[in-house]
């Protein structure tokens, strides 16, 4: 892939996480979407713009629609690949218009594509790890190995939600029964070293999260600016920064103008309150003459 050199001007959050950088990632992975996986996300958009989270987290479907029909018709190495790409897509966006035009679609597709995923899977819908030992889920595209105990919870994606991964993962974890777990120390920190050993065991590099990660400085510092970053494609964040400017000349012409649209509110109503007192004044005076000339 070519070298790029990209400006960090606004993007570093505190964590050392660019965001700027890694949206830069995900618009190229959604640019190569199928045209009919986003198309979905723009059904998703249209259809579900007021439906919210049900208690248990997850969406509701739309009623008398063909949605969730269309969304088991992807191949689940597609969806799983969507679900995490429109996500960041959407959530990293260093641009105010995307957010405007989507709104929350981005994450409702990836939560569409999870609740599939998981059936696909037969894994159970377990969101909040209250099952002791080692369980799977998945989010965002990736299963997540789970760990939980009385004393914590963690996890770690280990790869795309596809029956490749869901085998290789449930093969790791047989071999490491949350069972032969729970016998180990936890006090001197054996259990917790094994947790991690058999979690880093079950990543594979085609895990989306772990392409994202060298937008992360593990010392939570803020990366230098143009550090060198490998790119699929040559980029230069820049145009970035000219479509905020854009964006921030466009509003405060908005602003100027909304101004000026009080101005002429004020001074309408002003002169409305003029003519009503002129009229009063004119029929007390037509009145007045019309006794006269009685």
Same mark, same amino acid.
């Not at 998703?44 to 989270?53: A, G, T, Y």
């Not at 094994?194 to 937008?215: G, L, Q, R, Y």
């Not at 103008?257 to 037509?286: F, I, P, Q, Y």
């Given at each position: ?19 700027? +950088? +890694? ?5 190229? !992975? ?21 439906? &919210? ?8 479907w ?15 190495? =597609? ?6 790409? =429109?996500?960041?897509?959407? !959530? #990293? ?6 957010? +405007? ?5 981005? #994450? ?38 789970? #760990? ?23 093969? =790791? ?8 777990m729970?016998?180990?120390s ?14 880093n ?10 392409? @994202? ?19 699929? #494609?040559?980029?230069? @964040?820049s ?34 309150? &003029? ?9 007390k005076?037509?009145?007045? =003459? ?5």
């Amino acid at each position: 892939m070519p070298h790029s050199t990209i400006k960090r001007s606004y993007s570093v959050e505190p964590n050392g996480f660019d965001y700027t +950088a +890694a949206w830069v990632l995900a618009e190229f !992975h959604f640019r190569n979407l199928p045209a009919n996986v986003r198309d979905l996300l723009e059904r998703v958009r249209v259809e579900c713009s007021d439906l &919210s989270q049900n208690r248990d987290l997850d969406m509701p479907w739309p009623k008398d629609s063909d949605l969730r029909e269309r969304f088991e018709e992807i191949p689940a190495e =597609i969806l799983a690949k969507a679900a995490y790409w =429109i996500h960041g897509f959407g !959530h #990293w966006s260093p641009l105010p218009c995307i957010g +405007a035009h989507y709104g929350g679609a981005t #994450w409702k597709f990836s939560n569409y594509a999870d609740q599939i995923l998981t059936a696909k899977l037969g894994i159970k819908r377990n969101r909040r790890g209250n099952d002791r030992g080692w369980t799977l889920a998945v989010h965002e595209g990736e299963i997540r190995l789970q #760990w939980s105990d009385p004393d914590s919870w963690t996890w770690n994606p280990v790869g795309p939600a596809t029956m490749g991964t869901f085998k290789r993962v449930s093969r =790791i974890i047989e071999e490491t029964p949350s069972s032969a777990m729970f016998e180990l120390s936890r006090i001197n920190g054996d259990r917790y070293e094994k947790i991690e050993e058999v979690m880093n065991s079950a990543k594979t590099e085609e895990t989306p999260s772990e392409e @994202v990660k060298i937008f992360h400085n593990t010392e939570g510092k803020p990366i230098p600016a143009g550090s060198p970053v490998w790119f699929p #494609w040559e980029f230069e @964040v820049s145009e970035l920064d000219e479509a905020q400017d854009e964006n921030a000349t466009l509003r405060a012409e908005l602003r100027k103008a909304l101004l000026k649209l009080d101005e002429a509110e004020t001074a309408a109503k002003k002169l409305h309150d &003029s003519l009503l007192g002129a009229r009063v004044v004119h029929l007390k005076l037509a009145r007045r =003459i019309a006794g006269m000339e009685d």
